[in-house]
T-cell receptor, first 117, second 114 residues
């Protein structure tokens, strides 16, 4: 079974702190994603990465950065946490299908619920 | 981006079939229809996907209208474990490498009565 793990289920931080959210997948997937989920807004893509050291901005990258130094690990960084970044953060991964390009299933982790005070 | 419209919530009795509708009137010819669901306190999980023909797998069936402007996810016998938010999603291919993103709407919250 594909497993995507996230470093914390719950996290409480103070405004201005630097926050690291870690995600690890064990299926050798090329693609990894960070989403945030907020009531009434659904899931929104923050960043994704299609290879080691490669990254692309999603729909709401402001206030976030990412790091992918190893294939299995994708980190989301909040450089200076703000209260409007209180949210559920979801990591996902997928392989790159050659024959069925674009149909790759995304596998999600359990999420990290971040509260910024 | 093509959008989908789903009812906010639906209810079903346990052991009965459930039909979850989705409208996507602006779907393009190459958009695939994906369904994911999110159980309480978990990340979303893949359910099924299709392009034009109806699809079946062990979890559900997907019925796609002939004009592709709507689709229906069918759970043949709802169980309490099927209580979740169900998302109907159109694939958005990002023309960079082979990555793509899923655009999640607000989904349909399915309540299953025992």
């Amino acid at each position: 079974d594909v497993k995507v793990t996230q470093s914390s289920r719950y996290l409480v931080k103070r405004t201005g702190e630097k926050v690291f959210l870690e995600c690890v997948q064990d299926m050798d997937h090329e693609n990894m994603f960070w989403y945030r989920q907020d009531p009434g807004l659904g899931l929104r893509l923050i960043y994704f990465s299609y290879d080691v050291k490669m990254k692309e901005k999603g729909d709401i990258p402001e206030g976030y950065s990412v790091s992918r130094e190893k294939k299995e690990r994708f980190s989301l960084i909040l450089e200076s946490a703000s209260t409007n970044q209180t949210s559920m953060y979801l990591c996902a991964s997928s392989f790159t299908g050659v024959r069925d390009r674009g149909l790759e299933t995304q596998y999600f982790g359990p999420g990290t619920r971040l509260l910024v005070l | 981006d093509a959008k989908t419209t789903q009812p906010n919530s639906m209810e079903s009795n346990e052991e009965e079939p459930v039909h979850l509708p989705c409208n996507h009137s602006t779907i393009s010819g190459t958009d695939y229809i994906h369904w994911y669901r999110q159980l309480p306190s978990q990340g979303p999980e893949y359910v099924i996907h299709g392009l034009t023909s109806n699809v079946n797998n062990r979890m559900a069936s997907l019925a796609i209208a002939e004009d592709r402007k709507s689709s229906t996810l069918i759970l043949h016998r709802a169980t309490l474990r099927d209580a979740a938010v169900y998302y109907c999603i159109l694939r958005d291919v990002v023309q960079f490498g082979s990555s793509y993103k899923l655009i999640f709407g607000s989904g349909t919250r399915l309540l299953v009565r025992p």
